[in-house]
């Protein structure tokens, strides 16, 4: 199993461009969640997705940001515009959905980015 | 709502001292907690866990103890070495969302 799979893994773009992260999570997983960290907030909690429909947005900061899963094996995290304060890196986890908390969680090497 | 608290760091140790960082939580119903450790460069990955009350989680000669009249899922290891220096993230699992602590950052002096 290549575990999830991010890209890019590195991105710097100017202020104002837009930006597309993606994800591709486990095979099987049906749950699917979106990260950022920085080092003034830790890590926060974006969305997350259970059988490809968002359950829970209220952690994405602004209109700005906006998460899609268009079918179970990929999701798109996009920024536009993008602000310099929107640099962190971006991660991805996923896990085997349902009402079990015990179920682990897999992140992604996560996709960091800078906006000048 | 659920939440998690960590001692804040970072954590400075030498070779071979013995770690404790502490975790606590405040949750409705019987979660599940965990441990997650962070190197450098790369995402969070699974250290260890425990799903109900006094169980022991256990991995590479850490541990957690589930404490339930405590609150507490603190995490130990007897002996520490350089290339633990990371950050550990302590987290509660209940219905569908993970939540995790702000992490505490280990370094490891040899």
């Known amino acids: 199993d290549a575990g999830v799979i991010q890209s890019p893994r590195h991105e710097v773009t100017e202020m104002g461009q837009e930006v597309t992260l993606r994800c591709k999570p486990i095979?099987?997983?049906?749950?699917l969640f979106w990260y950022r960290q920085t080092m003034m907030r830790g890590l926060e909690l974006l969305i997350y997705?259970?059988?490809?429909?968002?359950?829970?947005d209220s952690g994405m900061p602004e209109d700005r940001f906006s998460a899609k899963m268009p079918n179970a094996s990929f999701s798109t995290l996009k920024i536009q515009p993008s602000e310099p304060r929107d640099s962190a890196v971006y991660f991805c986890?996923?896990?085997?959905?349902?009402?079990?908390?015990?179920?682990?969680?897999?992140f992604g090497a996560g996709s960091r980015l800078t906006v000048l | 709502g659920n939440s998690v608290t960590q001692m804040e760091g970072p954590v400075t140790l030498s070779e071979e001292a013995f770690l404790t960082i502490n975790c606590t939580y405040t949750?409705?119903?019987?979660?599940?907690l965990f441990w997650y450790v962070q190197y450098p460069g790369e995402g969070l990955q699974l250290l260890l866990k425990?799903?109900?009350?006094?169980d022991k989680g256990s991995n590479k000669g850490f541990e957690a103890t589930y404490r339930k009249e405590t609150t507490s899922f603190h995490l130990e290891k007897g002996s520490v070495q350089v290339s633990d220096s990371a950050v550990y993230f302590c987290?509660?699992?209940?219905?569908?969302?993970?939540?995790f602590g702000k992490g505490t950052r280990l370094h490891i002096l040899p």
């Open positions: 095979s099987g997983h049906n749950s």
């Open positions: 949750a409705t119903g019987y979660p599940s």
């Open positions: 425990a799903t109900k009350a006094d």
């Open positions: 986890a996923s896990k085997t959905g349902g009402s079990s908390g015990a179920n682990v969680l897999t």
């Open positions: 987290a509660l699992g209940g219905d569908d969302k993970i939540i």
């Open positions: 997705f259970n059988n490809n429909v968002p359950i829970d």
